[in-house]
Structure formats: structure tokens, C-alpha cells
């Protein structure tokens, strides 16, 4: 099997090579927007567009031309794969019911990317880029496999490279240490193992992003203070942004170096809501806060990490699972009575039936676990119903007696205790801090 994996690094660049990059970007998005406009043109009168080959003959014409000999300067292959890009997205554009738009001309700063098919080469720190000669780069980590495509893109103020690599792996080698997750809303990320992460806390960068945002709508629009202030705001969801792709980067990594087989909820069923209002015993705090705005980001950051886990597993041979999560949280693990009165608390499962008393979160995750068997028992036939019910019930009352689920040289242990405790619920179960290696 053919995975793939991406690699993104901070260029160092000083003023002559961001010129060229400038240029070469500015060479690419000149020849989109033309391709574009050619194309929107004859689509108005209803005539038929050009096809790939006869727009790279078109993109030869400009070349030649004196108006357009800039877009000689330009490595040719990048304008090319511009061209290539259009019509991949005019393509899905074209393609029913995907709900993809026709591309959009791009704009200056905001698209500034080119990408290499070919010719990249990489010797440690310093990358290779035809026709712009050999950059320096902040390595923050190995680069495996073969190098299928680099792509240059600048973000805010800094440019980096994307470096696409592919490698041939054994399809599912490691299904040892098994795992569910329970994805939490604001507070917790529970590991069916009894770990559990405490969410990375943003509240005080997204509150001083509120203010600047407030100072903003105070500004005259489009004075010189404005933009000064738009910039800052910038500036200020690059930091948070950052900073959570950073997480989840490091948290899918600490799961995948450690386990198989994740399985995970689909996020697409899951209710995001749930934590946010509580329950009628337990309402949840800063509801009218959390609901909106924190709802979409957080289910954009799971997605960001469900993706991140499922290529580094695929990398190292394991599998993710995708199930539904629906009543997780009010299953019981041991007998499997669902019911709405098994949830005393936010964070208190107790059965009604057989007594099982843990923690929600986990429940949920060892639940999740339980699923994902299922599910891969159809898919592999490697478990029997009742080796699945046996594993579960190992880990529901042995707990979390294993050692640690994500252990590293450097370790950044989670402070705050789990919801459980902090009620001061007596778990029988009782949940270990997890344990982040960087
Ligand atoms: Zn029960």
C-alpha cells in the first residue's frame, strides 16, 4: 500500500529570495486568473472551453509574447501545474453533487503558493527549488519516503514549504494496542485505556482576539489605523491557529507511535453540543460562550486530527477506524443496557442495571473501542464476538492498570484532574493523566 505524508517547513528567507518568490508566485497567479478569465469568458457566450492541452498552448503564446515575457522568469513547471490545478478544480466544479464551486480568481498575498511537480531536492537543512537555487529551512523533523511534489506557500508573514512524500507500506502490520477515543467538547480527550488529554486551553488568546476584534469595529474602515489593527488581528489567529495545529500534531503522534488500531466517532454524527449544555443535574459552564463560534472551531480541530492520526497510522501500518457514536455515553460496557438513565452526571455512568460504575468519558471511549472490533471483525474476521466482549470487560475493570499508553523521552503531563474528581465522584475506575511526548 502507497501512503503518503506531508511535510511542512518555515522557510529562511531574506529580502532578495522573497522577491523571487514574490515573482514566481505572482507569475502563477497572473496565468490562473488569465485561464480563468479565457475560460469564464467563453463559457458566458456558450462556447466550449479550452481543453488542458490547448490552454498550455495558449500559456506557450503568452510566453513568446512581449506583454507577458515576465512569465519567463518563472520556473515553467510551476505554471504548468498551475494550469493543471485550474483544471483539476474546474473538473470537481463540473463533477454533480460534490457542492465544489467553480475556482475563484486568486488574489495577491492571500494566494501566494506555487508548487513543484519535480526537480525538488532536499540535503538536510537546505531544499532545492528550480530556478530559485538552494534555500535554508527550519527542520523540525525527518523527512521519509520519496518526494512527490513540493509546494511554496506564504502564510501571513512567513513563507514555507510543503513537502508531499510517498512510501510503500504494509498494508495494517501493527494491529497491537487496540484504542478508542472519546473526543470531549472543552475539556477532556478520553483514551479507552483510561488515559486521558485535557483539550489545549485558548480561552485567553480567543478573549484577547475578541477585544481587538471590538477595537476594530470601533476603527474607520479602511484608515490607516484599521489596517494596522486588521493586521494584528492577523497576526492573532495565526497564533491560535498554530498553536492548535501544534497539538493536534503531537497528540496524533504520541497515539499513533503507540497503538494499531484507533477508533474514533464520526464526527459528522457526533453531537458537538453535548458537553456545552450538560445535564439538567450538571448544566455545563459558559454555555452561551461555547455554543457557536467554539462548536465550529473544535469540530474543524478534530477533523484536523482525525486526518493527522489517520495518515500517521496508515505511515506505520496501523488503521483507524470510523464508528458511530451514538448513545456511547450511555451504554454499559459490561452488560450493555442503553439507557439515558445510566448518565447521572456529565461525568458520572452508573448502570441501572448491573451496578458498573466509571466515569462517562470512559465509558464512552471503551464503548467507541467496542464498536470499532465490531466493525473490524466484518471487515478482518480476526475477533469473535465474545473474545470482543472479553477484551472490553479486561480493560472496563482492570482499568487502566497498564503502563503508559503514550510514553517519551519528554514528557508534558496534563494538570488538571478529570472531571470526575474535580465533583469529587468516587471512580472506580480510575483515570491516569496522559502523558504527551514532544
Ligand atoms: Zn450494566
Same mark, same amino acid.
Given at each position: ?185 472543552? %475539556?477532556?480527550?478520553?483514551? /479507552?485505556?483510561?488515559? *486521558? ?5 485558548? @480561552? &485567553? =488568546?480567543?478573549? !484577547?482576539? #475578541? ?6 469595529? %470601533?476603527?474607520?474602515?479602511? /484608515?490607516?489605523?484599521? *489596517? ?5 488581528? @492577523? &497576526? =492573532?489567529?495565526? !497564533?491560535? #491557529? ?24 464520526? =464526527?459528522?454524527? !457526533? ?26 472551531? =473544535? ?140
Amino acid at each position: 500500500m502507497i501512503v503518503r505524508q506531508a511535510y511542512k517547513f518555515r522557510l529562511k528567507t531574506n529580502e532578495e529570495l522573497e522577491q523571487k518568490l514574490v515573482q514566481f508566485s505572482g507569475c502563477c497567479r497572473f496565468v490562473w486568473n488569465k485561464a480563468i478569465a479565457l475560460i469564464k469568458f467563453r463559457l458566458d457566450h456558450n462556447i466550449s472551453i479550452p481543453w488542458y492541452n490547448d490552454m498550455a498552448g495558449f500559456l506557450g503564446l503568452w510566453k513568446r509574447s512581449e506583454e507577458y515575457a515576465f512569465l519567463n522568469d518563472a520556473h515553467s513547471q510551476i505554471l504548468q501545474q498551475t494550469l493543471k490545478d485550474l483544471y483539476k478544480a474546474i473538473e470537481s466544479a463540473f463533477a454533480r453533487g460534490n457542492g465544489i464551486r467553480f475556482p475563484k480568481f486568486k488574489k495577491k498575498y492571500r494566494h501566494d503558493s506555487f508548487r513543484y511537480p519535480q526537480g525538488v531536492k532536499i540535503d538536510n537543512r537546505r531544499i532545492f527549488l528550480p530556478k530559485i537555487g538552494w534555500v535554508r529551512f527550519y527542520k523540525s523533523r525527518e523527512i521519509e519516503g520519496k518526494i512527490k511534489q513540493v509546494i511554496v506557500k506564504r502564510e501571513y508573514k512567513h513563507w514555507y514549504v510543503s513537502v508531499i512524500t510517498e512510501k510503500e507500506v504494509e498494508p495494517i502490520t501493527r494491529l497491537h494496542s487496540p484504542i478508542g477515543i472519546d473526543l470531549g467538547v472543552r %475539556k477532556i480527550i478520553t483514551l /479507552s485505556d483510561g488515559t *486521558y488529554f485535557k483539550p489545549l486551553d485558548l @480561552t &485567553k =488568546l480567543e478573549k !484577547k482576539l #475578541k477585544r481587538e476584534q471590538r477595537r476594530l469595529a %470601533k476603527k474607520k474602515k479602511f /484608515s490607516k489605523n484599521w *489596517y494596522k489593527q486588521k493586521a494584528r488581528i @492577523t &497576526k =492573532l489567529w495565526q !497564533k491560535i #491557529k498554530n498553536k492548535r495545529y501544534d497539538y493536534v500534531h503531537k497528540l496524533s503522534t504520541a497515539i499513533a507511535k503507540n497503538h494499531g488500531i484507533v477508533v474514533v466517532e464520526d =464526527l459528522r454524527i !457526533k453531537n458537538m453540543t453535548r458537553s456545552a449544555r450538560g445535564t439538567i443535574d450538571n448544566p455545563g459552564y459558559n454555555v452561551k460562550q461555547k455554543a457557536g463560534l467554539n462548536r465550529s472551531i =473544535l469540530r474543524q480541530a478534530w477533523g484536523i486530527f482525525l486526518r493527522l492520526l489517520e495518515y500517521k497510522l496508515e505511515w506505520s501500518g496501523g488503521r483507524l477506524v470510523v464508528v458511530n457514536p451514538r448513545y456511547s455515553s450511555f451504554t454499559c460496557p459490561v452488560c450493555g443496557l442503553t439507557s439515558r438513565e445510566n448518565r447521572k452526571s456529565q461525568a458520572r455512568f452508573v448502570c441501572e442495571n448491573c451496578g458498573f460504575e466509571a466515569n462517562a468519558d470512559f465509558v464512552a471511549a471503551l464503548n467507541i473501542l467496542e464498536r470499532g472490533f465490531k466493525n473490524l471483525s466484518e471487515d478482518l474476521c480476526f475477533l469473535t464476538q465474545k473474545r470482543i466482549k472479553e477484551l472490553v470487560l479486561e480493560l472496563s475493570t482492570a482499568g487502566t492498570a497498564g503502563g503508559n499508553a503514550c510514553g517519551g523521552s519528554a514528557l508534558l503531563p496534563v494538570k488538571q484532574e478529570p472531571a470526575g474528581n474535580r465533583e469529587g465522584v468516587m471512580l472506580p475506575v480510575k483515570l491516569k493523566q496522559g502523558i504527551l511526548s514532544l
